[in-house]
């Protein structure tokens, strides 16, 4: 404990790269071990993205070492890996809010640090940006470096490579670091990848990928010897044009489990900071919406030949593992490439096979493209499972699902479901899997449902319809998805719940119009939720409908309002929104309070 502190003071002692640049080697290699602990420290109170930046912890100070940052532009590929690079930066006292509502981001973030040139939240930007800013450079005549790191598996995403297509065709001053750990959240997969084992492994002389696009390319070196890594990025700083510095990392370094677990310890939640021994004792939870998804289309598959699933770097978060073991035929991981695996999709459904195309709502806008121009115009019957739709909470605004629904609504020939609970989502997936004439998209948040077990006795739905779960006299309030769940507790707590009736949508397109007449023709005011953006969102559809038919009773849309939300935890979030339990409380009291008489 005294040595730690003792090392603890000495990183106190770093409040900027200007200082630790002042270091000699061997203070650098105890700055290592110091920096190592501090983010296993920070992160065992449970909030953040741990193996990714226990690997980038020599790279991180040997980069700020080297380079004369802020001047020379650092880029981290993804973000999450740059903790270490966050706290060589002034930000080291404020990781106790790390990823909490008011603190710092998980991700680079131009407005909250000099060091931060350019905000990375989803992968494979780093290369496009660089270029971007060294071209800039040789426009305005300004001397300066300018570094991408890019690793977690996202050199393998397409834009990526069309930055590298680019890049080889210029003379811009751009240094790549290839951090090369095999890994993204689940292990790197792909022809590349393989080549890059390869690589690793071979003195034997083989045609290279990045030389034969005209980019330098520097053979891999091992990421966590420090005195390697300096001079040989002191190389690199006396270059220019394009060029790739191939660096070989463990993700998890330094802390064995999560070297030997790097799945789990991508963002393990709560920790011992001594043993590395997960917090598990968290009682009985409720199963959740991923492993319901999950085991659903498992036994899906086993029943029907025709489906496949296929997801782009994301068969843990999406609960597809053990789809995957079991159907390795039939369950398709593409990578880090979104655009790829929609159209995947596509080409399966034209010859027959019912794709389900597994995405997150925010990795779902990087395919928008390939949505409308190779499934819906084409009305193919590709599913889309929206896994993390609505707030997700700590990730915060480049993760957060709030987009979806209002980018979906305006494509023709796509249907567009929500479910309120689990049980929902499950007879949502089996109704599909009977196959549709036309794609539908399928969103489910991310979290706990409100099941402790799975039961398979499943229900045919009526495909684009919605359903009254509480009768009431005058004010109509209509949900689409989990918000039908604060809304019914709400309904519970409030004076006169007589006064309101309760709608659950089910799906945004196609809108249920019969029940719609039946809410305007009953109420003299309708509220509209969602845990998406107003903008464009159910609520304006509705609106819509509202003005077609000649209804003129007041309307109110309650969600995302026009802004990016912060991160922080999803129930306080949800609460300074109003779209918790307690905001739908005071707007119900506020309608009944406007409407005495």
Request: aromatic share 8%; proline share 5%; glycine share 10%.
């Amino acid at each position: 404990m005294y040595l730690y502190s003792m090392s603890k003071s000495f990183l106190d002692r770093i409040p900027d790269p200007q200082n630790l640049r002042k270091l000699k080697l061997v203070q650098l290699v105890n700055l290592a071990k110091t920096l190592r602990q501090a983010i296993v420290d920070a992160l065992a109170k449970g909030e953040g993205h741990l193996g990714s930046s226990l690997g980038t912890v020599e790279l991180s100070i040997a980069l700020h070492y080297v380079f004369n940052t802020p001047k020379d532009l650092l880029i981290w590929d993804v973000g999450h890996q740059a903790y270490g690079h966050k706290m060589l930066t002034g930000r080291k006292e404020s990781f106790g809010e790390l990823r909490q509502l008011g603190g710092i981001s998980g991700f680079p973030k131009r407005e909250e640090s000099p060091y931060d040139p350019f905000g990375t939240g989803h992968a494979g930007t780093s290369i496009s940006a660089a270029l971007g800013m060294a071209i800039t450079a040789q426009l305005k005549g300004i001397q300066r470096q300018h570094i991408a790191v890019i690793g977690d598996a996202s050199i393998a995403n397409g834009m990526a490579f069309e930055a590298l297509n680019h890049l080889g065709t210029t003379s811009a001053n751009v240094l790549i670091i290839l951090n090369d750990n095999s890994m993204g959240i689940d292990p790197s997969v792909g022809a590349l990848k393989d080549y890059f084992d390869t690589v690793k492994t071979t003195d034997t002389s083989l045609p290279n990928f990045f030389q034969n696009l005209n980019i330098a390319y520097s053979k891999p070196i091992d990421g966590h010897n420090l005195d390697l890594l300096i001079q040989t990025l002191a190389k690199h700083k006396k270059q220019s044009g394009p060029r790739l510095l191939h660096v070989v990392t463990k993700k998890g370094k330094g802390l064995p489990l999560a070297e030997n677990e790097q799945i789990t310890y991508h963002a393990p939640g709560k920790f011992d900071p001594l043993t590395g021994k997960l917090n598990l004792n968290h009682g009985k939870l409720k199963i959740k919406y991923q492993e319901v998804f999950g085991k659903t289309l498992l036994t899906l598959l086993k029943q029907n030949p025709k489906i496949v699933a296929i997801t782009p770097a994301m068969p843990t978060g999406s609960g597809m593992v053990e789809l995957m073991n079991e159907f390795p035929d039939r369950c398709i991981d593409v990578g880090i490439a979104e655009q790829h695996a929609v159209t995947l999709a596509a080409g399966m459904a034209s010859q027959g096979m019912l794709p389900f195309c597994v995405i997150y709502s925010t990795f779902l806008q990087r395919a928008y493209d390939q949505l409308i121009h190779d499934v819906a115009l084409q009305n193919l019957p590709v599913i889309f499972c929206i896994d993390r739709a609505g707030i997700v909470g700590h990730d915060g605004p480049t993760h957060h699902g709030v987009f979806d629904i209002a980018y979906l609504r305006c494509i023709p020939n796509l249907s567009i479901a929500s479910p309120r609970n689990a049980k929902e989502l499950q007879n949502l997936l089996f109704t599909a899997q009977f196959g549709l004439d036309h794609p539908v998209a399928i969103r489910y948040p991310r979290g706990y449902s409100q099941q402790e077990e799975l039961t398979f006795d499943f229900k045919k739905i009526k495909w684009g319809k919605g359903q009254c779960l509480k009768a009431g006299n005058g004010f109509a309030l209509l949900s689409i998805g989990t918000l039908a769940q604060p809304i019914e507790k709400a309904l519970t707590i409030i004076e006169q719940p007589e006064k309101f009736a309760h709608y659950d949508l089910g799906f945004v397109k196609p809108l249920d119009t019969e029940l719609l007449h039946e809410v305007f023709n009953q109420n003299k005011h309708v509220v509209v939720y969602e845990e998406g953006t107003v903008k464009g969102g159910v609520g304006s559809a509705i609106l819509e409908f509202a003005a077609a038919q000649g209804y003129t009773i007041p309307v109110d849309l309650e969600g995302i309002p026009d802004e990016f939300i912060s991160h922080g935890n999803s129930k306080k979030l949800l609460e300074n929104l109003g779209l918790d339990t307690k905001g739908i409380c005071k707007k119900l009291n506020s309608l009944l309070n406007k409407n005495k008489e």
